[in-house]
């Protein structure tokens, strides 16, 4: 904070169920999200203490359950990871939100998506595109070349073939929003237990058959049926995005209406570079400075991190 950056706490992340964990870390962590009784323990014995030492903290700018907690689900995980079924994932951001709120009444929080096929209802054939590359499949190369970027991102011990044939068939699933508020109350109970913002991520390859079918650079936020609430977009590449330059994607998503911008990564190179994105930021601080300035910090133009505990720091 006396260096003007503030943070989102990122609690979890799909990695807490990596097949390369230790079965013990496997065990225990699978009860955590499974078995009330243990959410309700963590809740009591470190969340809601965390939450009280932090309270009214001005470089809290919220906190995020997850991280793509999708990876880690029976619907849409990799194979490399063990899974729950995604009403366990609902019923934990349930029970934690609801105690962050109930600590602290001014805290955000929020869940970070892996895409918006988990985080919209509204059908993908009313999202497909024509003209241009919009609605165009990518190339057999272009599909290979994100598959790796995916693989060293998510660190994924499989096979580029794997990974390729993994997010074709996640592609064939329908669209649904698991992070609704009723949704999120019926999976645990707590009718406190919502999100205040949505944050989702964005990756071209995630479908490679049709990449702006899911693409916020290609369909404004109402797009997604998710008004009132806010959708911040949480990860992305500072690279071109099918038609969009990457010079031009922070202006785009605030032009279409998105709440906030946090590409990936300040520590991976492979998707963004530092300098495209300090230039991506200080373009916003320049034109929509009022807009942007979330702390009222006022002397530099300011830097919002996740941390996580087991990922990179984007």
Known sequence: ??????????????????????PEVLNRNILLLTDTAYTRAYIETCLSPMVDSLKGHPAIVAWE???EPEGMSDEFGWSDVQHVPMADIQRFINLCAGAIHRRDSAALVTSGAWCFKSL??????ALRQGGSRRGMPLTLSETQSAAAQLKEKYR???????????????????????YADARLITAGGDPQGTLDFYSVHYYTG???????????????AVTWGLAPKPIVVAEFAMQTNVDVPKDSLFNNLYQSGYAGVLPWAWTDPTFSSQADMLA???YMWYHYRTDVDVNGIGGFWPTVSIVSPLNDTT
């Open 280 to 282: 991506g930021m200080q």
């Open 65 to 67: 359950i997850f991280n």
């Open 1 to 22: 904070w006396q260096r003007e950056v503030g943070v989102i706490l990122c609690l979890w992340s799909f990695d807490m169920l990596r097949t390369s964990n230790s």
């Open 206 to 220: 995630i479908d490679p058959g049709n990449p702006t079918s899911i693409s916020p650079f290609h369909h404004a």
């Open 120 to 125: 919209t209802d509204v059908p993908v054939a």
């Open 156 to 178: 994924s011990s499989l096979s580029l073939a794997e990974i390729i044939a993994h997010l074709q068939s996640v592609a064939s699933m329908p669209n649904y929003n698991y």
